[in-house]
């Protein structure tokens, strides 16, 4: 029996020591939720071309593990999304179609979801066939864009999940200098709100 306790004890001694000694990653979400407002803004502002990606801040912090913090480096930062053309592919065509998305949000006929997707408004105004094609697509590459943020952070080791990152998207998304008022959202709860127009 002691030299079971023994050898329980030297386990768990050892997975201690690598628990320490492991590279571990966090996303800060609130600074990739202010990343994702600046392409959102891009977009919005047709300057997508344009995009100034070292503004971007750092949101993927590397811990240091026990060894490098001991003098041989600490672990480097990495910035949050790194530009890939996949991701300015996505966002060349989301730019193409945001004038189309803003005259829905206006309409009353879609707005921004609590899980990142451009959604139809409950009771709202009804939808063309080509208005409701223009919708999946763009949903469809928001979907691709968060598959690829989601690819980035996998590469990094961190436990960002597609929820977790949509999430953070529709926060961005939420922003008074994106979402205008009159144009409807869904709040955390699910629950479909309109922006107040603010009287002068």
């Known amino acids: 029996m002691k030299k079971i306790l023994g050898l329980a004890v030297v386990g768990l001694f050892v997975g201690a020591c690598a628990a ?31 995009f100034d990606w070292s503004s971007m801040t750092v949101t993927i912090s590397a811990l240091r593990d ?22 300015n592919a996505i966002m060349a065509r989301r730019q193409s ?32 066939e080509e208005e409701a094609k223009d919708l999946a697509e763009e949903n469809a590459d928001r979907r691709a864009l ?29 922003d008074p200098r994106i979402q205008k008022p009159g144009e409807w959202f869904q709040n955390d709860a699910g629950e479909w709100k309109r922006v107040v127009v603010e009287e002068r």
């Open 20 to 50: 320490v000694q492991r590279h571990e990653i966090v996303v800060r979400f609130e600074d990739l939720r202010q990343d994702l407002f600046m392409m959102e803004l891009a977009v919005e502002n047709k300057q997508w071309a344009q």
């Open 146 to 174: 968060f598959a690829e943020f989601k690819k980035q952070f996998d590469s990094a080791e961190q436990s960002a999940t597609l929820a977790e990152i949509a999430h953070t998207f529709a926060q961005a998304r939420r």
């Open 97 to 128: 179609r945001s004038d189309t998305c803003a005259a829905l949000r206006r309409a009353g006929k879609v707005g921004e979801g609590r899980e990142g997707l451009l959604l139809r408004v409950p009771d709202g105004p009804a939808m063309t």
């Open 66 to 87: 026990e060894s490098r913090a001991q003098g041989r480096g600490g672990s480097p930062d990495m910035r949050s999304i790194r530009p890939t053309p996949e991701i």
